[in-house]
């Protein structure tokens, strides 16, 4: 995969360090599938057409400090702003190498780390974000709430209508394939209703090797992921996959964590700081887990987007909010 140099840094805020203001089992026989077969019901007929999502844009060459995720000395750190000069390494090299630090609950030095309290409540996200409804659009809305919020007094609202058509997204200006092979996000997310059995998509992101999106949202009531490209769920939607993933409480702030790397053909991800056992893919095919993700043979990403949004792919509709979002080249762990 060529990449190109680090594009936009955007940082439209003082990240993510704020406090939340506040704070069925029954199996679905329609989800559940073998463990090697593919849920393809819920994929929506649509426009067949050239990628919509595609949000190349011309790089500009930006320095990008390397990071050093070591052991930082918390006597000299400010969690605020890290001084790279006073951060103690585990390397025994006396070399003198300029680090930046994410500290849990920050995202300094981030390619993305926005807090949105730049922006105005009751207009749509702009600046670093614009707002998309790919191949068609409806009823869905994305606006900026200034009443719920994760950290100050603003935050992304999503009014999500079922429908694919009703779909809507707020997409990061920000260039995600400069950040190399190893991409790191983490974003707070609030859910106004409990997800439902319809499946379902809160992060897209588009990935030219297979020409479709990696997706991650709902099924099942629980959270996945999925691959538009041949329609591979992470976990297995079997009862022990099911059983493996959570269902997100509602109007409660979720911290969810993702890193993937594309060389390798790996993604974590966890939530409020814990790795969930159902949404991780470690190169080796686990019945429940990820056999289906991989079955097809090696997975290798090459994604250049981001989106945060809703869309449904049956009748389920919500209400969400999104705050303090970044994306990284270094990890970017839940406080």
């Not at 704070?23 to 077969?37: E, I, L, M, N, P």
């Not at 470690?282 to 993700?293: C, E, I, K, L, S």
């Amino acid at each position: 995969m060529v990449r190109r140099a680090l594009a936009l840094t955007v940082v439209m805020g003082a990240g993510c360090a704020g406090a939340p203001t506040d704070g069925g089992d029954d199996t679905d026989t329609d989800t559940d599938v073998a463990d090697t077969d593919v849920d393809t019901d819920d994929t929506p007929t649509k426009p067949v057409e050239t990628d919509p999502w595609d949000t190349d844009t011309d790089a500009a060459d930006t320095d990008t400090d390397a990071v050093d995720t070591d052991t930082v000395d918390t006597d000299t750190v400010d969690t605020d702003t890290v001084d790279t000069d006073t951060v103690d390494s585990d390397s025994d090299s006396d070399s003198d190498t300029d680090t930046v630090v994410v500290v849990p609950g920050t995202c300094t030095g981030a390619l993305v780390c926005d807090d949105f309290e730049g922006q105005t409540a009751g207009s749509a996200p702009s600046g670093g974000w614009r707002v998309i409804t790919p191949d068609c659009s409806g009823s869905g809305s994305v606006v900026v709430d200034g009443a719920v919020a994760h950290s100050g007094s603003r935050s992304i609202r999503i009014d999500g209508a079922g429908g694919y058509c009703n779909h809507v997204f707020f997409q990061t200006v920000a260039d995600i394939d400069s950040l190399g092979a190893t991409i790191h996000g983490r974003f707070w997310v609030r859910f106004g209703s409990a997800l439902t059995y319809d499946h379902v998509t809160f992060l897209a992101m588009d990935d030219v090797s297979g020409g479709r999106h990696l997706r991650m949202g709902g099924q099942s009531q629980i959270l996945m992921w999925n691959r538009e490209s041949d329609d591979a769920t992470l976990p297995e939607l079997s009862p022990t996959g099911i059983g493996l993933s959570l269902a997100p409480s509602t109007n409660t702030w979720h911290c969810v964590a993702v890193t993937i790397d594309e060389a390798q053909g790996t993604l974590a991800t966890s939530v409020d700081g814990t790795p969930v056992a159902a949404l991780q893919i470690d190169g080796t095919a686990t019945p429940d887990v990820d056999r289906q993700w991989l079955a097809p043979g090696a997975w290798r990403p090459d994604l250049t987007s981001a989106q945060l949004g809703w869309e449904s792919y049956g009748g389920a509709a919500n209400t969400l909010w999104f705050d303090d979002v970044a994306w990284s080249s270094s990890p970017l762990p839940c406080p």
